[in-house]
């Protein structure tokens, strides 16, 4: 076999296969990330506290369309009570998903934000991708 030229790079010379030399593939690892999306209804999850495979049970609390709504309503001129009926409408409020099996709170859709979700553990927001 002929001597390369000095002037070659050495890493060049170094990655040609020669007869004495065996390759090794490395194994491909592939993680997938799978972000959960809540909505109003019961999604299927891992629970990130207890591990169990669950089906989140789902209570609403006032959220910030909540509050816009009733903001809206009285200053239409709704001012004798009526601006109120938003609290006690499912619909006006978020969705919190609980954990049936530890009770913990895994996830919050904000009808106000529905491009962001909660991370769970740490409650802070974060930004959905699409
Ligand atoms: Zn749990």
Redesign the pocket.
Known sequence: MATPPACWPRLLLSSAPGPNMTIIQQPVVVTTTMVQQYRESPVQTV??????N?VTAVSYDVGTFTWLIVSIIYLVGCVCGCCFIPFCVDGCKDAIHH??????Q?GRWSRMYQGVRYKAKTGKRVHRQC
């Open positions: 629970c990130p506290y207890c591990q169990a669950i954990c049936p099996n530890c009770k913990q895994v």
